[in-house]
């Protein structure tokens, strides 16, 4: 059984730091694209960063780039999101995702979320 567990959320002064991680379960990283998403009070869904383990393609929302970095560990089965200069408008619950590797773009999976697997979700709250 396919399973997402995300965990390092909290609580963080703007300008700080957190390291989110997605652990795998049931299935190998291999093979698959794993995304990360957000979804603050009263607002959509939206795709933060996405990566594709078979080549390591990856895809960034706009107000991230350069303050959050994707990566994955497929020895451990975890795929990881470094945030960096964490912002107030960063506070939400961070989701992460998987759904196998196909011809779809990056781009195109994060933007529109096209992912059948995903987890409960993990708060990051920025405030002073």
């Known amino acids: 059984q396919l399973q997402l567990v995300e965990s390092g959320g909290g609580l963080v002064q703007p300008g700080g730091s957190l390291r989110l991680s997605c652990a795998a379960s049931?299935?190998?990283?291999?093979?698959?694209?794993i995304g990360w998403f957000r979804q603050a009070p009263g607002k959509e869904r939206e795709g933060v960063s996405c990566?594709?383990?078979?080549?390591?393609?990856?895809y960034y929302e706009e107000s991230v780039k350069g303050r959050f970095t994707i990566s994955r560990d497929n020895a451990k089965n975890t795929v990881y999101l470094q945030m960096n200069s964490l912002k107030p408008e960063d506070t939400a619950v961070y989701y992460c995702?998987?759904?196998?590797?196909?011809?779809?773009?990056?781009?195109?999976?994060?933007?529109?979320?096209?992912?059948?697997?995903w987890g409960q979700g993990t708060q990051v709250t920025v405030s002073s």
């Open positions: 049931g299935f190998t990283l291999d093979y698959y694209t």
């Open positions: 990566i594709r383990s078979s080549d390591g393609s990856t």
């Open positions: 995702a998987a759904d196998r590797v196909s011809i779809t773009s990056v781009q195109a999976m994060c933007v529109f979320m096209a992912f059948s697997s």
